[in-house]
């Protein structure tokens, strides 16, 4: 059907309904004749539309490769741009954080100098302050020590100026005392008397050879460090060689002082400049001088040695023994105890020491003669003497240490010093000595008195001569030291003896006056003065050594058997008595090695 067929002329009557109603079919005529030829259209294409399509799909497929392709290079290219991106990021981040360490660094520079000035600041604060409080403090010490080196200077004044006047005074006592013979009468008629003179003895004279207590230009410093040292060297001291006391912890140094300054005013500038450190004098000791008592002892009245078969104390020659009960059978109980004997050297080829058990050690300073041998020899002719000969000893068995420490000074009399002796006492303790037989004279001395002390706390016992400077004399030292067995003379008649000191240091008495023993060159006689008295009392304590060992001095002299002398209990002449030999001790029952005769150095 056609289009023109369709539409038709509006009748000329006009019907608006109908016109409408007509129009309407019209219409709907037309719109299903679009459709029938919209159908016939479409199927008539469909194949040219298959193959549009077809070509459609690969065109798009092509499309949409090269899109994925592209989007590819923009994600790879976006990918690129933000690891670049990334990358800037991260390389401003780093320069940030390094601007910011540098800024942190700079302030903790700035932190840390700041805090430096205030370290120094105050650590120069501290040091004024520390320097004031040593400054203020070193006064206080050089002080102290002035006062106390003034006190030890008054106090060796004070030794020297009585020494020269208890001189005088004995020598006055002893023309004072009745003449004991009729030629002693005649010469005290002849002899015109001096005039006396009340001279105090100048600073001079307490410097001579024959009245000093001192080596009058050594200083002996203890323990002295490698700096002080220095200082010392460089104060204008010689250092030398002192001794060295290992077992006992004490190392001693010789110091010598620039010429022309004593060892008073060396030891004042030492301490004032080395406040810390310690310094003494180097004391000097002589032997108990032998008394005159008589006309046996004016000289010790000397024979030629007799060999007997067996013991040949003759007439009175061992008062002394029977005085205190010793007996031969307590000779055992002191065979391994080692007895040492600090004096001048001994006659060992003497025949009272024949098959004798003696180690001698030589301390006498190089370059000095030793002294004479009388003194030694006597001493220890009463301790160790063979039984066989007419000078029979206490205790022949035991083994014997004998220290020489003494050598001649320039008036050729008997002097020994701090250093000799606690040289000795070194020896002694290495070698294990438990008794020591001390027969020396000198004033208080601080370094032996400490080696003495720490040596009794290792249970060494030390008896010593009281001294024979007369009953006024001030205490002799090492005798009145504390842990020490002072020891007086006594006479066969238990009376004291004249020339013997006297005080509250005094702990017991023994026979002392007219002992008769070895003389050098193979003779014998009498001897007196306490120095004889100390082997007695040595005796006793060696025989009592294994039962008593590490005892106190106190608790000691209470187990010693004393027989009262003088007024009631102790005294300042016998202090408690007159020791006697025990009733009983430990015998050893085996028979100890035998010991060579040997001389030791140092």
């Known amino acids: 059907m056609g289009i023109k067929n369709i ?76 690891a670049e991106r990334a990358r800037e990021e991260a390389k401003k981040q780093a320069e940030r954080a390094s601007e910011e360490a540098k800024k942190q ?40 020590a002035k006062k106390q080196s003034d006190h030890e200077d008054e106090h060796d004044r004070s030794d020297d100026h009585r020494r020269d006047e208890k001189s005088h005074e004995k020598f006055e006592y002893e023309d004072n005392l009745p003449p004991a013979t ?9 002899k015109p008397k001096k005039k006396q003179q009340h001279k105090k003895p100048r600073l001079s004279e307490s410097f001579s050879i024959g009245k000093a207590t001192f080596k009058p230009r050594e200083v002996l410093a203890a323990n002295l460090s490698a700096g002080s040292i220095k200082r010392a060297k460089r104060l204008g001291f010689n250092v030398r060689k002192g001794a060295r006391l290992s077992n006992l912890g004490i190392d001693v140094t010789r110091l010598i002082a620039p010429k022309g300054m004593d060892a008073r005013r060396a030891r004042r500038l030492l301490k004032r400049e080395l406040p810390k450190s310690r310094f003494a004098l180097n004391r000097l000791y002589r032997i108990h001088p032998a008394a005159r008592d008589g006309p046996k002892n004016v000289p010790a009245r000397a024979t030629r040695l007799q060999h007997k078969g067996g013991r040949a104390c003759m007439d009175d020659h061992c008062y002394g023994t029977s005085m205190m009960k010793w007996r031969p059978q307590l000779q055992s109980c002191a065979k391994r105890v080692r007895v040492g004997v600090i ?33 030694g020899t006597g001493v220890l002719a009463l301790l160790s003497g063979n039984p066989k000969t007419t000078t029979p000893g206490l205790i022949p068995e035991t083994e014997f240490y004998v220290a020489n420490v003494f050598s ?25 000595v438990k008794v020591v037989n001390l027969s020396l004279s000198g004033p208080k001395d601080r370094l032996v008195e400490k080696a003495i002390a720490r040596l009794s706390k290792k249970g060494v016992i030390f008896v010593a001569a009281a001294g024979n400077n007369g009953p006024s004399a ?73 039962q008593n060992k590490r005892q106190s001095k106190s608790v000691l002299l209470k187990k010693l058997k004393i027989r009262d002398l003088g007024s009631p209990g102790k005294d300042q002449v016998y202090g408690r008595g007159l020791v006697l030999a025990p009733h ?10 035998s010991i060579a005769k040997t001389v030791l150095t140092r």
């Open 408 to 432: 001649n000074d320039a008036a050729g009399n008997p002097v020994a010093d701090s250093i000799g002796f606690l040289n000795a006492l070194e020896w002694m303790d290495v070698f294990g």
């Open 182 to 190: 009729v030629v002693e009468l005649i010469k005290r008629l002849v």
């Open 7 to 82: 539409f038709v002329k509006t009748p000329p009557r006009f019907d608006r309904w109908k016109y409408v109603a007509s129009m309407s079919r019209i219409a709907m005529t037309i719109g299903a004749g679009m459709i029938c030829f919209q159908s016939e259209i479409i199927l008539d294409q469909i194949p040219f539309l298959s193959g549009i399509s077809a070509l459609s799909s690969k065109a798009y497929a092509g499309d949409a490769e090269e899109a994925a392709k592209k989007a590819a290079e923009r994600a790879q290219e976006e990918a690129k741009k933000q």
């Open 105 to 144: 660094a700079e302030r903790s520079r700035e932190e840390a100098k700041k805090q430096a000035e205030r370290s120094r600041e105050e650590a120069k604060k501290q040091s004024e302050n520390a320097r004031e409080a040593a400054k203020k403090q070193s006064e206080n010490l050089t002080e102290a």
């Open 343 to 375: 004096d001048t050297a001994i006659d060992y080829e003497h025949p009272a020491f024949h098959g004798g058990r003696v180690q001698m050690g030589n301390f006498v300073p190089g370059g000095r003669n030793p002294s004479s041998n009388w003194h």
């Open 474 to 546: 001030p205490p002799s030292y090492p005798a009145a030291y504390k842990p020490v067995i002072a020891v007086t003379a006594i006479n066969k008649k238990r009376r004291s003896y004249r020339y013997a000191n006297r005080g509250q240091y005094i702990d017991v008495a023994a026979p002392g006056v007219d002992i008769w023993t070895a003389v050098p060159g193979r003779r014998e006689g009498y001897r007196s003065g306490t120095s004889f008295a100390v082997p007695y009392v040595t005796a006793v304590i060696a025989s009592l050594y294994r």
């Open 584 to 593: 009983r001790c430990q015998p050893v029952q085996n028979k100890p090695r």
